[in-house]
């Protein structure tokens, strides 16, 4: 386990820089990936087996049951994947963290058997479910690694903060304007035969700027100049971000009726800006619109009245909106406490699926009937150290840019998996957005694959120091805000 | 932890000694030092995650075990709704072999039930695709529809079936003929007849009148036009009677009377009461309240005891029990015979009372007026025709309430058989009090006095028992007519209780229906 440490990190941060490439072993990964690997046989084993019982108990089968995996070659690709990730970092003596990779690389491998065990018909234009997801699996592992090992320098997105938000306005009108609908809300721009879910990409975008921004104007929000009440707030024009951040979460709700990724914008500023500013006034603030912002949304919209009265009573409707809120619910129920076992979940109803978004929005419901109680919480584990990992690398990042940015990548992952994981549990409405790494889709995949890929880059202590902290703006504004005093 | 760029360090880095080596800022200059460092806020926010997830681990535990079966049974489970509509149920067959409830197959491909007779609809119910289930219907709805045996074994490896539905037939107890012949002798009355063997507790009968045709609510081209006439029936045909019907029960009550005095030592079947022949002149004067009753001409002065004042159906005798038992033995009495309380059986029942409750006096009577006036069956008592014939099915038991049951047996798709045992519920009260009270029974039909009121109950050339009731329901209508009883009296088989609502004397309308419905029973079942 244990790595020789270098004998002169300036040598090897220039000799990376120049090109030159020395080895480095990474012992944790590699024994974590052989463990995600024997714990994803194992599943496939147990997968492929219950399959062939199935089969074998069909009338007029003449095949008995035997132990098999579920898709070897699948498996297999998966695994290379991340074995290829590891190896790309060993060769390129890359110092990066060492447990987000395997974590990763079992939620994908767990989504990936899920997918196995689905009706391939489900979705997927590239020969199924499985193989589909299969296939942005090699995008979102190569994507992931290239980020890993190229990002030697921050100063891409720390410089260009405003261009970033720029973008993310832009491609968030885009699907305002082009956007597609499906159920009721409008998520997906086409691109030739694809549909991309632009707030996966958005999701990132916000985390780049908002590390820009909170990282810039720290000292200043830190500060509070105004009193409303007991709480103590910055000088007006500083309020118009959150303002701002609030107002366009309330506008995805209103047009694009995507209440769980506004849900995520707006938790994750707002986890943003207390790590900035420890300021609980911003907290008590943000909370205060977000709830004026909700009875809002409820009052005037029916999408928001929808979600929120199948929350509060799914059985009301147990045949229409409940339906697959209950169903949900039924499949956990079913589960227990250790599962009915890979493949033997699900009983289809009538031929057909009883949650027909499993896929995307409930993989943890199916995973909890047939994993049980043990697989969930195993699932929620492997979140969470997820986020652990995203914010040990925060609090041991060089610059306040950096450290906002891993924290906010981490946060990503984590309220997302959060909102998805209560919504299905009925603790909160249900929005739709994917449970990361777990759910089918390639924006979801892609998206995250960046997120982990720029956390692994920003681990690494061999990159590129930050630039020397120059705040010109503050030292401009420093006066004035004493003299507001 | 060793080896890991990140294992073991500091969470906040204070600029490490490579620093310098490689020009960074040092300590001084560090960024992080223009405010508060952000490393504490970001342990804040891990721990706000954390509790977060863990929410999430609770919220996932409380649905996969701590709600888990009740969750997966719900009726209103959709994958069982979904399932019930392909479903093809399972038959159900009365204890000769006909079937009570078959099924057809309709023209969109989706089964549907037919019942064969309009007289079994009470008991058997009804299973719609529109209005979902009543009776055995809903009670067996289960194993009918075969997703679930109640074997947890079983339903585990069903979880494996391609095609989970594995409906059982049931049997039960009841006999089509029987039930036929009761409707038959309600006639155009609304009333409800029970009978059940004594010794096991199978329900025979459970006839209410009137019936109603489950068929056209099953098949879907007529369920609207049906279900929502029969719901605007005032005669309401979707009450079944026997089980959820309550009605005042009169002297039939007196049973149950006899048991609290006997069980709590308050009479023995020779106690008589000097001032009773006198009561029954000027009334029973109780807490300055005058309880009046009739006086049978032929019983002249003589103070009768426990027998005689069942034949006659005396009620200044059992006000007098009643107050002497007091009424927390009475209400305790009652309880054991299933007062109070939900029946333990397969259809719900409407809880029988002996008061309302809620009175200073012991078992919550408002005063002793109450408790008289309830001794005899008045006053706020309410009883079941169900909870009427288990009183008379645990005194022809020598005082042991057997459990009440319908199906008899499950019969799944390999044939294989699973039997419902008869099973004791309780003792009520000891054998030497039900054969005090079953003599008395017996004296109130076969007795010289007895046969002026209940000659209609007397099954020809079987010794007979019995209680006829008239309760009073105040003004002028006529009254509830109740009788319960069983036969042979020396060695009881058949259980009964029959209510005919408003069917006037006990004696004259009810007594005659159990009397011809116990030969018939005779005639074909028993013997």
């Known amino acids: ?485 | 932890m060793t080896g890991h760029p990140e294992g073991g360090r500091p969470l906040i880095r204070q600029g490490g000694d490579g620093r310098a080596q490689r020009g960074l800022p040092g300590p001084g200059a560090h960024p992080l030092q223009g405010g508060r460092s952000v490393g504490r806020t970001i342990v804040g926010v891990g721990l706000v995650l954390s509790l977060a997830f863990g929410t999430l681990a609770a919220t996932a535990g409380y649905w996969q075990v701590v709600v888990s079966d009740e969750l997966v049974q719900r009726p209103d489970n959709p994958s069982l709704v979904a399932a019930r509509q392909n479903a093809v149920r399972g038959l159900i067959r009365d204890r000769d072999g006909e079937v009570l409830a078959g099924n057809e197959m309709g023209a969109d491909g989706l089964p549907y039930r037919t019942y064969i007779d309009d007289t079994v609809s009470p008991v058997v119910g009804y299973a719609s695709r529109r209005y979902g289930t009543a009776g055995l219907e809903r009670a067996w709805d289960a194993q009918l529809t075969g997703l679930a045996s109640g074997d947890p074994r079983r339903d585990l490896l069903r979880k494996f079936d391609p095609d989970p539905s594995d409906p059982e037939d049931l049997t039960v107890g009841l006999s089509l003929s029987l039930q036929r012949q009761a409707v038959k002798l309600l006639g155009r009355d609304r009333g409800a007849v029970v009978m059940i063997d004594a010794r096991s507790g199978e329900v025979l009968v459970l006839a209410s009148t009137p019936t109603y045709d489950a068929s056209a609510i099953a098949d879907p081209a007529t369920s609207d036009e049906a279900f929502g006439a029969l719901r605007e029936d005032p005669a309401k045909p979707l009450l079944p009677r026997a089980t959820q019907g309550l009605y005042v029960p009169g002297s039939v009550f007196k049973i149950v009377t006899a048991a609290a005095g006997l069980d709590s030592g308050a009479i023995t079947p020779a106690t008589t009461y000097p001032e009773q022949p006198q009561a029954e002149k000027d009334g029973l004067l109780v807490s300055g309240f005058r309880v009046r009753d009739g006086h049978h001409p032929r019983t002249g002065n003589r103070a009768l005891d426990l027998t005689e004042a069942t034949e006659v159906s005396c009620n200044i005798y059992y006000a007098l029990t009643g107050l002497g038992a007091g009424g927390g033995a009475l209400a305790a009495t009652a309880g054991r015979f299933g007062f109070g309380s939900e029946l333990p059986f397969e259809l719900p029942t409407s809880v029988s009372q002996v008061t309302n409750g809620g009175g200073p006096l012991p078992g919550g009577f408002a005063d002793d007026v109450e408790l008289a006036n309830a001794a005899y069956g008045q006053a706020e008592t309410l009883a079941t025709p169900l909870q009427m014939a288990l009183v008379a099915t645990t005194i022809a038991n020598d005082g042991v309430l057997m459990a009440p049951h319908i199906v008899t047996s499950l019969t799944d798709g390999a044939g294989r058989v699973q039997r419902i045992e008869p099973s004791a519920v309780r003792r009520v009260l000891d054998v030497g009090a039900a054969r005090a009270i079953r003599a008395a029974m017996t004296r109130a039909v076969e007795g010289d006095l007895g046969k002026a009121y209940t000659s209609g109950a007397k099954v020809p050339g079987v010794l007979t028992a019995g209680k006829s009731g008239t309760a009073e329901l105040g003004g002028t209508g006529e009254p509830h007519s109740w009788f319960i009883g069983f036969a042979p009296a020396d060695a009881p088989q058949v259980a009964i209780a029959v209510l005919v609502e408003k069917g006037g004397r006990g004696g004259e309308r009810a007594a005659p229906v159990a009397g011809a419905l116990m030969a018939a029973y005779f005639d074909t079942v028993g013997g």
């Open chain 1, 1 to 485: 386990m244990s790595v020789t440490p270098p004998a002169s990190p300036a040598v090897t941060t220039l000799g990376s820089l120049i090109g030159g490439i020395r080895p480095r072993r990474r012992g944790r990964e590699a024994v974590l990936l052989v463990a995600v690997g024997v714990t994803l046989v194992v599943g496939s084993l147990s997968l492929g087996s219950t399959e062939s019982w199935l089969a074998s108990r069909v009338p007029g089968s003449d095949v008995g049951p035997e132990a098999m995996l579920a898709d070897a070659v699948q498996l297999a690709v998966f695994l290379g994947i991340f074995a290829a990730i590891h190896l790309a970092q060993v060769i390129t003596g890359r110092r990066t963290d060492q447990v987000l990779l395997p974590a990763v690389a079992l939620l994908g491998g767990i989504g990936l058997i899920l997918m196995e065990r689905l009706p391939q018909d489900l979705a997927g234009s590239l020969g199924g479910l499985s193989r589909t997801q299969l296939i942005w699996w090699l995008l979102a592992g190569a994507t992931l690694g290239t980020l890993a090992i190229v990002v030697r320098s921050d100063a891409w997105l720390r410089r260009y903060k405003y261009s970033w938000a720029a973008f993310g306005i832009a491609l968030l009108l885009l699907t305002f304007v082009l956007g597609e609908e499906v159920n009721g809300a409008r998520l997906s721009l086409s691109v030739g035969p694809f549909s991309v879910q632009p707030s996966e990409l958005l999701k990132v975008v916000l985390v780049v700027f908002l590390a820009g921004y909170l990282s810039e104007f720290r000292p200043l929000l830190a500060e509070g100049a105004m009193r409303l009440g007991p709480l103590r707030l910055p000088p007006l024009p500083y309020l118009v971000p959150m303002i701002a951040m609030w107002a366009i979460a309330l506008g995805i709700v209103v047009i694009q009726r995507d209440l769980g990724a506004a849900l995520l914008f707006f938790a994750v500023f707002l986890l943003l800006l207390f790590i900035a500013t420890a300021r609980w006034s911003y907290v008590v603030l943000g909370l205060l619109l977000f709830a004026a912002g909700s009875m809002l949304a409820y009052g005037l919209f029916e999408h928001v009245q929808t979600r929120v009265d199948i929350w509060l009573d799914p059985w009301s409707d147990p045949l229409g909106d409940g339906y697959q809120v209950i169903q949900a619910l039924i499949a956990f129920a079913r589960g227990g406490l250790i599962g009915t076992g890979l493949g033997a979940g699900l009983p289809t109803v009538g031929g057909r699926l009883p949650i027909p978004a499993v896929h995307t929005d409930f993989p943890l419901a199916a995973l909890g009937e047939e994993l049980g109680l043990i697989g969930v919480l195993a699932i929620l584990g492997i979140y969470l150290v997820i986020v652990e990992r995203g914010l040990r690398i925060a609090a041991s990042a060089a610059d306040e840019f950096r450290a906002i940015l891993a924290a906010g990548l981490a946060l990503v992952v984590g309220v997302q998996a959060f909102i998805i994981a209560a919504g299905t549990l009925k603790l909160i409405p249900l929005t739709g957005i994917t449970l990361p790494f777990i759910s089918y889709g390639g924006s979801s995949l892609m998206a995250n694959a960046v997120v982990v890929g720029l956390l692994l880059a920003i681990s690494d202590r061999g990159v590129e120091p930050p630039p020397p902290s120059t705040p010109r703006r503050l030292r401009r504004l420093a006066p004035s805000l004493r003299s507001d005093r």
